[in-house]
């Protein structure tokens, strides 16, 4: 059974860092993809970034691009994200998310790509 859990959140003044880490358990990365999600209260989930656990391609959303990173340790079974100049509207809570197979780069931030996810932590950045 694929199990994700999450760690790293906090609260961090604008302009601060986070890294978030992701552990799985049971989930093969040989041919699979995981991604990193957020929801603010009253949102829709958003998809922020993706990586192809392979090949290490990445895919990010546009208001992250430059300031976020994904990135993978298979040895520790860990997907991180590193985020940088954080802003309030980062406010959310994360979730890590994984399936097998494969999709495009834009399903990487679809919520319906995945069958897995953790429980989330929360990340707050105040003015």
């Known amino acids: 059974q694929v199990q994700l859990k999450e760690s790293g959140g906090g609260t961090v003044q604008a302009g601060g860092s986070l890294r978030l880490s992701c552990v799985v358990s049971?989930?093969?990365?040989?041919?699979?993809?995981m991604g990193w999600f957020r929801q603010a209260p009253g949102e829709e989930r958003e998809g922020v970034a993706g990586i192809f656990t392979a090949a290490g391609a990445t895919y990010y959303t546009d208001s992250v691009k430059g300031r976020f990173t994904i990135s993978q340790d298979n040895a520790k079974s860990t997907v991180y994200l590193q985020m940088n100049s954080l802003k309030p509207e980062d406010t959310a809570m994360y979730y890590c998310?994984?399936?097998?197979?494969?999709?495009?780069?834009?399903?990487?931030?679809?919520?319906?790509?995945?069958?897995?996810w953790g429980q989330g932590t929360q990340v707050t950045v105040s003015s």
């Open positions: 049971g989930y093969t990365n040989s041919s699979g993809y």
């Open positions: 998310a994984a399936d097998h197979g494969w999709v495009s780069f834009p399903q990487l931030l679809k919520s319906r790509s995945y069958g897995f």
